[in-house]
C-alpha cells in the first residue's frame, strides 16, 4: 500500500491509544465480572453447604423465656374458657345471613367482646361465627342473640373471657 495516497496516517501506538485500549478493557470486564458473580453464586447456591456450614453456640436464653413468661402472665391474666357444647344455633334465610352476621358481631362489641366469622368448608351454606365475650356477660349476649331485649351495662364486664360458637343455619 502507498501510504502516500492514504487519507489517514498508519497506526502508531501514543499515550491516547494505550488509554482507549485499558478503558475499552476496564468497560468490557465490569459486566463480565457481575456475570461471573452471577454465576458463581447460581451454581454454589445449587450445592450443599453441610460440611462448610460452621457450628452456632447455642445461647442461654433461660432468662428472656422467664422474662417473656412474666410480661404475658401479666398482660393476659385473664382465663378463656370454651363452651362448644353450649352454643347457639340459628335459622336464617340465605339473603338474611351477612345483615344477621354483622348484627350479632355488634351485640357482641356493644357486650364488651369481639366476633369473627369462621371458614367454613361446609357446602349447605351454613356460617359459624366465634364470639369472645366477658364471662359475666356470656349468657346476657345469648339470650340477646336469640332475639331478647337485654341491658349490658347492667353487670359489669370481668376479666375473663369465655367463647361462644353461633351456628347459622338455612330453614
Known amino acids: ?30 459486566p463480565l465480572m457481575g456475570v461471573a458473580w452471577f454465576a458463581r453464586g447460581y451454581l454454589s447456591a445449587a450445592q450443599p453447604h453441610a460440611a462448610a456450614a460452621p457450628a452456632v453456640k447455642s ?28 352454643g347457639v344455633e340459628l335459622s336464617v ?5 351477612p345483615a344477621r352476621i354483622d348484627r350479632i358481631i355488634e351485640m357482641a362489641k356493644d357486650a364488651g367482646g369481639s366476633g369473627l366469622e369462621m371458614p367454613s368448608s361446609r357446602t349447605d351454606g351454613a356460617r359459624r361465627l366465634t364470639i369472645q365475650v366477658p364471662a359475666s356477660r356470656y349468657e ?4 340477646a342473640i336469640r332475639g331478647e331485649r337485654v341491658d349490658f351495662s347492667a353487670i359489669p364486664a370481668g376479666a375473663s373471657t369465655q367463647l361462644l360458637e353461633v351456628n347459622l343455619r338455612k330453614p
Open 140 to 143: 346476657l349476649l345469648k339470650r
Open 59 to 86: 445461647i442461654d436464653t433461660s432468662s428472656l423465656e422467664k422474662g417473656l413468661e412474666q410480661v404475658s402472665n401479666a398482660q393476659f391474666a385473664s382465663a378463656v374458657t370454651v363452651e362448644a357444647r353450649d
Open 93 to 97: 334465610l340465605p339473603e338474611d345471613m
Open 1 to 30: 500500500m502507498d501510504e502516500e495516497k492514504d487519507d489517514q496516517p498508519p497506526f502508531r501506538w501514543n499515550p491516547q491509544a494505550v488509554f482507549m485500549l485499558f478503558f475499552f478493557m476496564l468497560a468490557m470486564a465490569v
